[in-house]
């Protein structure tokens, strides 16, 4: 097979494919501020610092996605969630939006091109489909209903009040508005999703962390989670599939319990966080569907040796990827502190696997 250029092989395997060689993507976010020497407080505020910061990053290791996602915060602040920006760190949360569930009946879809920070995670899609996107994947930012519906309500008062909902306590009306909050908060996503699509991005990324199996049973996450994160992707399938883009969930943790239910959102591709066992997802998703994953980003990408992240990354390849439909990246985040030299040796063994 003749070589492919970085999205052609990346989009060969997020179809179930087998490309030229293994393509990777490390979740490499924010990380880029790093290697750009960027603050995280300016990163996260403007578009073209991190388009140039990932430009910086992929010019020092050549992988094949490059990532815009930093913070989780910019789509919830679009409802009006007040957040405290840090000089050298992420946004953090002042205080929930909503007083009560009642709340929910006065939110509406804030405007992707307009509210909170939205624009400035389009604007850097916007770029880098400019200056790479004829030849590298580029990777947008996605926050899934079920996290931006905790934000808004306040996480731990969230989780709680699914715990009642799910023991037959809490007032009335509850119910339905949990619902009601998840299904705004559905719309939200697939609006901001689809605006980045209209931009040109290749890989439409929804992460949704707090609807973990290590969060939530499992029967609250196919009541609260599952069926909105469904909802997002069925929401942009058109234009996903017309602007010839795949979808990619991630969510974090020991996920077995859901791991079914994850594959059944409808994805594309699926991001296999450290605690999973790669060899065990693939056997119990099959062949077709794409994985990413997954080496430990602080034992093995931070802490470890060069010859370390050699080894972890043959060891993924060997686990979900002889076959194709696989690419090798992190478990999540690529910590502030890890070694250029350890991703670009995961790019390196990657690249080194010819199918």
Not at 5 to 15: D, I, K, M
């Amino acid at each position: 097979m003749p070589a492919l250029t970085s999205l052609e092989r990346v989009l060969a395997a997020a179809s179930g494919d087998v490309p030229d060689v293994v393509p990777c993507g490390p979740f490499a976010g924010f990380y880029a501020a790093r290697v750009a020497g960027v603050p995280l407080g300016r990163y996260v505020t403007d578009g073209s610092l991190i388009a140039e910061a990932q430009m910086a990053l992929h010019a020092a290791i050549g992988h094949d996605v490059v990532v815009t996602a930093a913070d989780t915060y910019y789509l919830a602040e679009g409802f009006g969630l007040e957040v405290t920006h840090h000089a050298d760190a992420l946004p953090t949360s002042k205080r929930p939006l909503l007083d009560s569930l009642a709340d929910v009946d006065r939110l509406t879809v804030p405007d992707p091109t307009r509210d909170g920070r939205m624009p400035v995670y389009v604007e850097a899609v916007r770029l880098l489909v400019r200056e790479l996107g004829d030849r590298v994947a580029i990777r947008g930012t996605g926050t899934g209903p079920f996290s931006v519906a905790a934000y808004l309500y306040g996480d731990q008062r969230f989780l709680m009040k699914l715990a009642d909902l799910s023991a037959g306590m809490g007032e009335p009306d509850d119910e339905a508005r949990v619902h009601r909050l998840l299904e705004i908060c559905a719309e939200a996503s697939a609006a901001f999703l689809r605006e980045q699509l209209r931009e040109g991005e290749h890989i439409v990324y929804l992460g949704d962390s707090l609807s973990s199996a290590e969060m939530i049973s499992p029967r609250m996450y196919r009541t609260y989670a599952g069926p909105y994160q469904r909802m997002v992707f069925e929401l942009v399938a058109d234009e996903v599939r017309s602007r010839g883009a795949r979808t990619l969930l991630h969510v974090c943790g020991d996920n077995r319990a859901i791991v079914r239910d994850l594959a059944a959102t409808g994805v594309d591709m699926l991001e296999i966080d450290q605690k999973m066992d790669l060899a065990w997802c693939r056997e119990t998703l099959g062949d077709e569907l794409c994985l990413i994953g997954n080496l430990d980003p602080v034992q093995v990408v931070m802490n470890g040796t060069s010859d370390e992240v050699e080894q972890a990354s043959r060891a993924c390849i060997r686990a979900a990827g002889s076959r194709g439909a696989f690419v090798l990246g992190t478990g999540c985040f690529v910590p502030w502190d890890s070694p250029v030299g350890n991703l670009k040796s995961m790019v390196d063994v990657a690249h080194a696997h010819h199918y």
